[in-house]
């Protein structure tokens, strides 16, 4: 487990967000945009098991103030996003795509086969946005996801490096 200073990997000019090693501090404000995000959010208890080993948590962060978030879990040579939310009052203006091209960018520099996701059937911004940078829809997880009044479908899609 990791907890303590945030770790600071990308300065972008224009707009002073950085790209940053989140840590169990960063916890609490990341349970706030998961709340306001998901009609079913993670637990405190889920965020804090994603800091150990094999997990990886990156954060958009601006002026201190976290704007959104990517879990990924390494299981062997495949990346599994798990989790990728930007806060509301920040949506529309680029940050979804920049965590997503972040957390493709970490998956090259370690031996990665691909990049494997699930999204809510009922999702399209979020499946439009993987579709936009190359996941395919390979299937279908029925009655994945809790959803109001029963169960809803995941699409599972994967983005495939390269090999060699
Ligand atoms: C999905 C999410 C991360 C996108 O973040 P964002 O910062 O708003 O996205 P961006 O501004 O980078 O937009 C990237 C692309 O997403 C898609 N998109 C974003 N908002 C959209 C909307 N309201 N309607 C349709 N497509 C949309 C588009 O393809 C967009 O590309 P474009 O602007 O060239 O059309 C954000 O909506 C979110 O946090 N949602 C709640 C959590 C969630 O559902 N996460 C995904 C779990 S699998």
Known sequence: MNSGARETFVQTAADGTEFC???????PAMLAIEQVSYSHPWSEGVLGDCFSDQYEVWGLVQQGQLLGYAIILWQFEEVHLLNLCVAPTHRGF????????YVIARS???PCEQILLEVRASNREAY???LS???EEVGLRKGYYPAPGGR?????????HPVG
Do not use: I, N
């Open 128 to 130: 439009r946005l993987y």
């Open 21 to 27: 090693r989140l840590t169990l501090d960063d916890v």
């Open 108 to 110: 090259l520099l370690r």
């Open 152 to 160: 809803e479908d995941a699409r599972v899609m994967v983005l495939k």
């Open 133 to 135: 940078e190359g996941f």
């Open 94 to 101: 680029g940050l979804g795509r920049r965590l997503l091209r």
